[in-house]
């Protein structure tokens, strides 16, 4: 046998046999997508002002206690968020140079004016730009995060865009979009922080000893009255500090527990650092109020009567299920900043499993409808462009296995467009072999001609439909980077069996006969 034939053939032999293998067992390969599976499909928003404002918020608290703790009495600093900015009053007496070293220690990054009783002190926006940046990155962790821990398989979870604030998220086989929502949306900031005054069921009855005003360095949050049955009779106000003492970020883990009277709980272990601040704390503390928020909401507010060093419960009358949820989201991690769903979608597991059903029999009745033409037209040839065609899809198939593709309905669109797609560079050679042989070439001569001849009119057809697969996998989202995966994989088959093993094949059985005198196309 000729040696170009042999390696023609082994190299055939070799990429068929990659295709099987990375193909098998092809219900564990090929990963079926939402609209063939069932599943839900968010697409949610990082609402990243959040995010600029909790730095405001942080940088202003800093500037407050870092001057008290010089002797110096500011205002209660007031916050823009939209114009990246916070204002603070000062005293006209005030020890300018002083202020002037506080800010440069800790607020080094901030553009700083002094006006007249007022100090302005704006965030830079190339600041602001990483800071929401940063909140994406995190969000999309913490999603993640969330996400694994509930024991959904293969989800797609990412951002779009490169500085985008939006995420996509797609779960197969979840069916209760409520609760991954509620998991999925839940800030879920656990925050200890010492209580100043309360619990108080009036809110200016809480604020009468400071003269009805906020303190700077605190704040009013809100929290449940229940009665004795744990029911929910009214609103309970509390004035805690403004700072926590340990945030959910510096816990070690969580877990869903029974407080004493034996009502589903979350327990919390703090890392060695955070314990050892808390134990700090509690110690110097034994007969103040210490107050568990979640979310700006108090959950319970117990009288601290011992040193705790990292250990803790929250109770907050929670149901089985709303307690392993709370538990569950503790461990992955707060959200840097709310979220806002932007699209919903749920597809139901018995219509996916019916778009599989019609996809594939919309494929094989067009696999047979192309075949047979084929064999109808160009005779015995026809049957070299069946075989090409068979693996044409067995490589299409292998490639989407080996490269994790998910297949979707418009992906299965995509392979029945390619069945179309990979006869017809069999067509253009056919139709100039014909030509060849009308004008009275040899069997040889006129295939010689009619692959090469016809091979640039084939790869200019195919360029230019794989370009704008590739935008549309490039600029498109969800179901349209499904075809376009499809469609791109199928056109680089298609060119390697239509020119190469079609050539192969029609070379094999030329390769018995010494002299050929005609060829059934």
């Known amino acids: 046998m000729d040696k170009k034939l042999l390696w023609r053939i082994v190299l055939i032999v070799a990429v068929l046999a990659v295709s099987i293998v990375g193909l098998y067992p092809p219900a564990q390969k090929i990963h079926l997508g939402l609209d063939l599976r069932g599943g839900i499909h968010l697409v949610l928003r990082v609402n990243t002002g959040d995010a600029i404002k909790a730095e405001l918020d942080n940088a202003s608290q800093l500037l407050i206690t870092q001057a008290e703790a010089k002797g110096i009495k500011l205002g209660t600093p007031k916050v ?176 869903r527990s029974q407080d004493q009277y034996g009502q589903p709980a979350v327990s919390f272990t703090l890392i060695a650092s955070a314990a050892h601040k808390f134990a700090q704390f509690t110690g110097s503390h034994i007969g103040t109020n210490l107050a568990i928020v979640l979310d700006n909401k108090v959950m319970s507010a117990p009288v601290i009567h011992g040193q705790i060093s990292d250990q803790g419960i929250i109770q907050g009358s929670f149901s089985i299920k709303e307690a392993e949820d709370l538990a569950l989201v503790l461990r992955a991690g707060a959200l840097p900043a709310s979220i806002t769903y932007l699209e919903e979608r749920t597809v139901g597991p018995s219509l996916g499993h019916d778009s599989v059903v019609r996809g594939i029999r919309a494929g094989i009745s067009g696999l047979i409808i192309v075949m047979l033409f084929m064999l109808v037209y160009y005779k015995w040839s026809g049957l070299n462009a069946d075989v090409a065609l068979l693996m044409n899809l067995i490589l299409l198939m292998g490639a989407m296995a080996y490269f994790g593709a998910t297949l979707t309905l418009p992906g299965i669109a995509g392979i029945i467009l390619t069945i179309g797609m990979a006869v017809d560079a069999n067509v253009l050679i056919f139709e100039r072999v014909r030509e060849e042989l009308a004008l009275g070439k040899t069997v040889r001569s006129a295939l010689d001609a009619g692959f090469s001849r016809a091979f640039g009119t084939i790869l200019d057809a195919n360029l230019t439909t794989l370009i704008a697969a590739l935008f549309l996998f490039q600029f498109g989202t969800g179901p349209v980077k499904g075809f376009a995966v499809t469609l791109s994989i199928g056109i680089l088959a298609s060119m390697f069996t239509a020119v190469f093993v079609s050539r192969t094949l029609y070379m094999i059985v030329l390769a018995k006969k010494d002299r050929v005198e005609s060829l059934s196309i």
């Open 80 to 255: 823009d968020p939209k114009g990246l900015k916070f204002t603070v009053p000062v005293p006209l007496n005030v020890n300018r140079d002083a202020l002037r070293g506080i800010i440069k220690d800790n607020l080094a990054q901030y553009k700083w004016s002094s006006g007249v009783g007022t100090w302005t002190f704006e965030l830079p926006k190339n600041i602001a730009r990483r800071i929401r940046d940063r909140a994406v990155k995190e969000a999309l962790n913490t999603i993640r995060n969330r996400v694994d821990q509930f024991g959904v398989s293969e989800p797609r979870i990412q951002r779009q865009g490169i500085e985008g604030d939006r995420i996509l998220v797609q779960l197969p086989g979840v069916d209760d979009p409520g609760r991954v929502k509620d998991l999925i949306g839940k800030t879920a900031l656990l925050e200890l922080k010492e209580v100043i005054a309360g619990p108080s069921s009036d809110r200016q009855a809480l604020l009468a000893k400071f003269g009805g005003q906020v303190p700077p360095d605190a704040e009013v949050l809100t929290g449940d009255q229940k009665d004795l049955d744990g029911n929910v009779i009214g609103k309970q106000y509390y004035l805690v500090r403004r700072a926590a003492i340990v945030s959910g970020r510096e816990l070690r883990s969580a877990r």
